[in-house]
């Protein structure tokens, strides 16, 4: 008899708790926490992300290229181009007010001596919010859109202008003539399930980057640093699960699926974003993954890079509530006409700057300003952001798989008979998603 395998979200899991109480266990002994994170710690989780860095471009172009090559018709492309753009507004516009309501209603701030909170180093994100804000008109925002130099760009990892040249060439592509496309069109398939390979490669590592990570960030912190703050954490989180469930469960239910099982088929996916705060760990499983689940590629392969720059739905859910959350500190009272144009200034700014580190907070600095909400009170949640990014990380992981599903729903073109399949096939292996899926052609 063959012990049963420990599935990769369970082996994830195991190092996020494990990860936990040796970074407790650091955060007591000051003596030699620098020590253990800066040789030990740091750069095993470090090593991690700089995997994953290292095939999301490489997967996004190929995986792009040949979905849309594979699509053959600029109309039906731009339909779904259009509808994916509709769709993700409008759910981030909805995140939004969301956030603001709660705010709102539960007045996070209200009563907090600003005396007793700790004050932490935001001058990082004030030098990335200045080249943010230079870049953010809606001009620069269109013309930053087309590369000059489409290498440059993959250096930079400018997402935004990837996706744009990647489209481009898909539809050149997609124009000529079978005896001169194919050929590349199979290179391209070959690059993208190699990578789709290497992905599942990294992987198997994966266990020991989140308990690093994990390890670093609760060392650093503490859990001492959460209780001043704990009402927004909590709000916080309430708000994700809320919009994760309610909202999230109401469209699903809509068109015809079920977040619930959307979760389970990406619960090492979520656990995975969770204890990295990063969406780019699992960019090439979700891609995977919502193929076999029924989601044709042209869609998910367009959706889903696209879903990292234009529909950060936790994100944007985090910052309209961290935003009150500082007015309320100061005792300012926001109007309506204020919180309007917090509302529209939060819909310009969240797009087209996912590669930066600490968006939200880049996103924070550059829009407070709008309705006169004081940028210092950003270094009184600085030390628990980090926290609090965990979970809108997982809501962004969420939202984007469920964009893939609505989109290919809405054009008509979702395999209902796959999605059962694939989801027979899960439940066969007892709830273990640690299976490795393979895109059909």
């Not at 007591?28 to 620098?34: G, I, V």
Request: charged share 15%.
């Amino acid at each position: 008899m063959t012990k049963p395998k420990m599935g990769l979200a369970w082996q994830i899991l195991f190092g996020l708790i494990l990860g936990i109480v040796v970074g407790a266990v650091l955060n007591r002994y000051s003596s030699d926490k620098a020590w253990w994170i800066a040789t030990m710690l740091q750069p095993a989780g470090e090593l991690f992300i700089r995997l994953i860095k290292m095939i999301v471009i490489p997967i996004v172009i190929s995986s792009l290229i040949v979905g849309i090559a594979g699509v053959g018709d600029s109309k039906k492309l731009g339909r779904i181009g259009i509808k994916t753009l509709v769709y993700f507004e409008i759910i981030t516009t909805l995140a939004i007010v969301v956030g603001l309501l709660l705010a709102n209603f539960f007045q996070p701030g209200h009563g907090i001596d600003m005396s007793q909170l700790r004050t932490s180093d935001i001058s990082q994100y004030e030098k990335t919010t200045s080249e943010v804000q230079s870049n953010h008109a809606f001009i620069s925002t269109l013309l930053n859109l087309v590369p000059s130099n489409v290498f440059a760009a993959i250096v930079r990892g400018d997402m935004l202008a990837i996706i744009f040249f990647s489209v481009m060439f898909g539809l050149g592509l997609a124009s000529l003539k079978d005896e001169l496309r194919q050929p590349l069109v199979s290179a391209l398939e070959g690059i993208s399930q190699s990578m789709f390979k290497v992905t599942h490669m990294i992987m198997r590592y994966a266990p020991i980057g989140v308990f690093a990570l994990i390890s670093v960030t609760v060392a650093n912190f503490g859990f001492g640093s959460l209780w001043p703050l704990a009402r927004l954490v909590t709000l916080v989180y309430a708000s994700i699960v809320f919009f994760g469930v309610v909202v999230f469960g109401l469209v699903a239910r809509v068109c015809g699926f079920s977040v619930w099982k959307l979760i389970l088929i990406l619960k090492a996916e979520i656990i995975l974003g969770y204890s990295t705060a990063s969406s780019e760990t699992v960019l090439p499983r979700i891609i995977e993954k919502m193929e076999a689940y029924g989601a044709p590629r042209a869609i998910t392969r367009f959706v889903v890079p696209t879903g990292y720059s234009f529909n950060l739905d936790g994100s944007t859910l985090y910052q309209s509530i961290a935003a009150l959350f500082i007015a309320q500190l100061y005792g300012i009272d926001l109007s309506i006409v204020q919180q309007i144009t917090l509302v529209l200034t939060l819909m310009v700014t969240s797009k087209g700057i996912a590669g930066v580190p600490g968006v939200s907070f880049v996103v924070l600095l550059a829009t407070l300003g709008s309705v006169g909400i004081p940028l210092e009170g950003l270094a009184f949640i600085a030390g628990v952001d980090r926290i609090m990014d965990m979970a809108r990380t997982a809501l962004n992981i969420v939202g984007n798989a469920l964009a893939v599903l609505v989109v290919a729903r809405w054009e008509g073109m979702y395999d209902d008979e796959k999605g059962d399949r694939y989801w027979r096939s899960l439940s066969a292996s007892q709830g273990d998603n640690d299976v490795v899926v393979t895109p059909l052609h």
